[in-house]
């Protein structure tokens, strides 16, 4: 029976119920389920829809809940079919009627608008930490690979040396783009939807602004029927997962390849690898085949939440009750796509010898192709004098990498700043 | 510690376990992984592989394990990593040595795909069995809609009156192919991995045509490389799964319009739907509007899969153990949502009152369209009679829907034999 | 042939030609293209890697080319495989000498990847300026249609009253954060690749902040590698399409539902509605239709890149050619559908009695529900009676909206200020 | 001015013209819609609803049509909109009042139905013999390299030996599966729902299984709704598509591999790959990369398509227009894909040196893992000491691969019967 069951002659049927219960997955809003109400209970206070005393009874009554499910003796119920009326519920149990003026300006419908725009508020500081601790495990990989030049390809083909330490920035660009995209979207969420009540606001002297800002939003959002129906900011979340996802799924790739036994540039600690009960010899680097793998989910995920949306009318829908477990999962794979990326990445030495030969004199030629190309003999000459000499003689590897100077190029000296650049930025030391 | 983790110096690190474990998921073959085990351990004893005495151990031995995991008593572990070496490494704390030779002859590999075709043909069953049943509850909501014309619409608008009994099979049709794709799908898959061993099958003796047959397959696979890294039979059921959600979301889209106060064609009873404390006149549609909402989540299963084996190489990768939930969830879902959309059509009622108002008579002069497009009035009349009268007066909906001939029409006659046809499919009676 | 295939012996086949060639849709790209090798050409001289001579019979030659191309008169040639190709040649055909120095210390992967930059940089000023166009269709139709009272869903039933204008203004605001979320990519896109070279930089004294300035970017992209590699600037762009698209979708839907017979809320004129010629009296909104329905090719533009970059190593691979189309569809369609959703809002007309009809008495209740909340029985009863005396005389529907009073609800004064804060913005005014 | 436009005031606006014109695309089904006129105008003449004159009338125009448009002389107008209302109203200008008649007891709903499956029907005849075409390239590939022995890998690194040719036919078997879910798609889409006309059938005397005989079609539709909405006959198609460009994409991933520096077991001729200015020595595999590549756009055409359909109600909705491009699309890639693979299969050679180089004695020791199991350890130490001294001399690694007995492992035995089985299945001769 659910509780707007009474004025219903029949409860529905157990099948529906299961079907449509969210108790299952949207307890993981009960921390910002409770922080809202916290903020929506002393508001009310000040504005003198409930007494003071109310408003204690239901703040103590809250901080127990708290405590009980943060000890798993919550006794989370199906039939108080989602996390909102679950604590609600436990709430009335446990303080009485202050409890039921909980209530009051508040539906169920900017209610967990709140709590998800808190949860995911949350999220994006999580998985950008895991960022900045992926650039820095990156940055102190090619500080401890200092010099050490591999080949470029394109085309899965050597195309040119460059050093190790630049192909390991380009990942660290890449994280940075990752992070600024989440935190814009970050700013872009960051406002209440609380006091849009059930999509067309209230009558009542509600101070939206109080409640705002007491949990940390920029303000309260200017349209209360925009307020419960859009889920633009949810999309834009898994979207920006999606892209880190495809950005990890490529790192994924080439750590994969480089194990190989035919690269055989790179091995992994047995900390961060499996074997194999047949082949003694293996050392699989399945962290990096599961980033790889993962970011599908990842973007599934994505597609769900978008077909989800799709040619939706306003305002609320009760599909949209299947906006949680995407991100749910995005979020938690990504951050375990992260996590994981950096113990790997800690735990893999690069084998010099093999890298070595993979760099033939071939490779070098192509650092002066710009030079080559439809000039004469004499042209040549006047533009570089390099030329006049035996060019597999006169330049070891070491010599071609120095001879880039562009900015952004491989060159030693252009890569050094660029590592300055991380290392202070990242707040890490050269040594 | 990994059972494999032996032969390493270290173990890998809790992150690192914690990512790539897949006991929380896979545990849901444990059945077909266990009948597997079964088939094999009888193939391997009458091949001479292993003793009859040891058969009969691992045989008893793996009963007791069904009966644990059944009763909710088996204690699964993580560091067992996977449900095949949870359910091994039992077998072997229960039976000592002989558990140890059921890997004989036999890879993870293989029997993982063993164990999947087995859970997906089974899927399979369970979701034919409940397209079986909405397709019974939609035949008998027009058995008992006996002559209740409705409007057909175009681009939403009123275009045509029709049978509300020749609308509704014509989801039954759809299902009736979503079912047959279903069926396609299992034919295609049931063919079995089991002896393809880690990817190039083995020197031993064994009977693959034994283990086929034993586990109801049609034949086993004939390349071992294909058994162990092709994905393809997960990917078709996963189309299929979409093609039927969709199929779904149109349904729950149409039965949500009209259970809207501006259609007001259906009421849903109180076992279906949910009120609102603020708005206790509404009757939401809620089971429908999620089974539109949960069609997304199966598209997105699908995008993840097809994400996940895009440009993987031969043969095992870590990736495809992602495989599991997106099929999971996937097959979760339909069943659920066909199981509720069957419960929906048993509870809901039409209104006749408010269909009527919908069937104006401008209506049914489109019902002879055809006739007037291009014709002189003397044509017209020559070829029917009918337009020497008065449209208005003469026909009433009823009429103008009697008028429909063509085989597959909207007309009576067309209707009531396409309905007898469908009774009699569905093994139905009409009284 | 191939302009490289002169190294082969032989050239490729007519069907990997077809298959790999991307002139049939790159030549897109020609403005941008043209402008970045003027920006080259000035830099190059100006570093002394060519004359001023050699300079200005570049810059001429790009002006004729430039001139040819738009006048229609431009031969693109399959066999010079790409826009870059096709301009180079002409250039040299054009020039002669001078042509081939401006490949001087450029490749074509640094060059599409600026080309592909500019463009999409164009393209989103272009949807920015569509999006503002469609706010403020939106927002003369608010003001057009001032007082007019709506009912507000929630599960497509009747919820509460709300003013036709908070509704339109709930779009504005998901317009306003879709230009936001498009400007912000536009700032993390806008740096310039140019000078990466193939991957790895160049060893002649180029100045690539100059020509990043030429071009208008904020800076030179810091990471050779990463500025040919790299496609998240349109990962990103698609994503932010994709949510554009979303909520126009649900826009179409809501306007689709409004035209049909059963809601009778709007009504579309002649110039954006389509008739059939079965049924004079439809007016089918066509249009909006095609709104709903295209987001499906935004978000399958989305996934395809996302797939396209998935796994993909380091740097550039032939792949990544696929990386326009979708793009170019992506931009055409949602430019194609803010066109015709402002052109729709430009031209429909609501109408007022039916609107009246679906408001019943009913749903005014529910505007004072959070008043009754802590009354207890007895009082609510008192309560009720006047209600179900006087409400009808008491209150009008206008009445009723006016007591919404917090901020962000439909509340007459509270949906005024915030037209207000929208006219200001857009630099419309009230009359 | 639209055909239609006639009962309007006003026509509708260029940019709704432009946004709702299929025309640009619709006429690649300009064969069909000819080839269901004229067995329509057949269909007529026998049921005496149009003279044998208007029937000869109509057919000789049609024929010139066709040739016109064949030799491309036909003016496609985009004010007719679609190419049902081309060709209908070219025929009229052509042959005057008969093509008027053609329009009896049709409409555009049912007519574009019956061409897009006559066209789909087609298409998956061109892709399954396209299929069969890549099996040949494959089984001609695997004779021509009897004998040679390639790892297999999993997580990519070198597991087992297995022969080249098994792995071939591993592919052979997963296109065998492609083209069979092909067909069966095809059984499932070949019924007519040519009769169906706008929705409900029509009260004239037509006779739909003439119409449906004469145009190959099993049987007519059973129900005139579901043929005019339903579109799960292009969904299963894009789906089928999917999956063969996931297999594609594996196939490229490793192709590319293997052409790598790195592998070096391929060479591909220089007329299936493409050269770099700068890298002489390069040989890029560009054409595996593209097949690789556009697997993404199949699986984004299939995700617009599933986007497209979701929550649709039923009849005929414009939204539905969209089903062509993603399916023109996906049917020309999926080709091209087919095609090239099949070239590159025919213009590789295998490195034997390289690959030999990739097969270390440790690879061996696996194949007899599978003895080992069950022997105590001491037993193992003598067995192995015995490897220790011989098993460089004593075991080739062709002697290795003879071990392999099983049915369908890579044993020289299986895989030469398994040959023997394609090269009869593909009608192709061992010499």
């Known amino acids: 029976a659910k509780l707007w069951g009474g ?10 119920e299961k079907f449509t219960e969210s108790i299952s997955f949207d307890k993981a809003l009960y921390k910002h389920d409770i922080m809202g109400s916290r903020a929506h209970a002393a508001m009310l206070a000040r504005q003198g829809l409930i007494t003071d005393s109310d408003r204690d009874s239901i703040l103590k009554g809250l901080d127990e809940i708290e405590r009980q499910i943060e000890r798993g003796e919550f006794a989370w119920r199906t039939d108080r079919e989602d996390v909102h009326m679950n604590i609600e519920a436990a709430l009335t ?3 009485g009627e202050p409890a039921k ?5 508040r539906s169920r ?5 709140t709590d998800f725009r808190l949860w995911c508020r949350d999220a994006i500081d999580a998985i950008v930490s895991r960022i900045k601790h992926l650039q820095v495990s990156l940055v102190k990989l090619a500080l401890k690979n200092e010099g050490l030049i591999v080949p ?12 190790l330490q630049h192909l390991l920035l380009a990942y660290v660009e890449q994280l940075e783009r990752d992070a600024s995209r989440l935190l814009d979207c970050r700013v872009r969420m960051n406002f209440c939807p609380l006091g849009a009540c059930a999509l067309a606001g209230t009558g009542l002297p509600i101070d939206r602004f109080m409640t705002s800002e007491a949990l ?7 349209n209360s029927i925009d307020a419960v129906s859009d889920r633009d900011f949810v ?3 898994l979207s920006a997962n999606s892209i880190t996802a495809i950005h990890l799924s490529r790192l994924g790739e080439e750590w994969v390849l480089w194990a190989s036994e035919e690269f055989g540039f790179l091995t992994p600690s047995d900390s961060v690898s499996t074997g194999s009960s047949i082949m003694p010899q293996k050392k699989n680097p399945d962290p990096m085949e599961l980033v790889r793998g993962k970011s599908a989910r990842v973007v599934g995920d994505l597609v769900s939440l978008l077909v989800l949306c799709k040619g939706l009318p306003h305002a609320y829908n009760r599909d949209l009750q299947e ?3 995407p991100v749910f999962d995005s979020v938690k794979t990504i951050m375990g796509m992260l996590e994981v990326s950096a113990e790997f990445a800690d735990n893999i030495t690069f084998n010099q010898e093999r890298i070595q030969n993979a760099l033939p004199a071939g490779l070098l030629l192509s650092v002066f192709q710009e030079k080559l190309q439809d000039l004469s003999l004499a042209e040549l000459r006047s533009i570089s004098t390099a030329f006049d000499e035996d060019v597999y003689e006169f330049l070891g590897v070491e010599n071609s990498i120095k001879k880039f100077s562009s900015y952004g190029s491989t060159g030693s000296e252009c890569v050094s700043s660029q590592l300055d650049y991380w290392v202070a930025k990242l707040d890490l030391s050269r040594k």
């Not at 419908?109 to 608008?113: F, T």
């Not at 390809?153 to 460059?162: G, I, N």
């Not at 940390?216 to 200017?222: E, I, L, N, S």
């Open 7 to 16: 004025r219903f002659e029949e409860s529905v049927t157990d099948a529906v």
């Open 323 to 325: 906006d949680k477990e």
């Open 152 to 163: 470029g390809y394109t085309h899965l083909q050597r195309a040119q040396p460059v050093l």
């Open 109 to 113: 419908n900017d209610q967990v608008c």
């Open 235 to 237: 999309l834009e979340l």
């Open 216 to 222: 940390g939003f920029t303000a309260p959002m200017r």
């Open 93 to 95: 149990d446990l303080v």
């Open 101 to 105: 003026k909980l209530h009051t300006a």
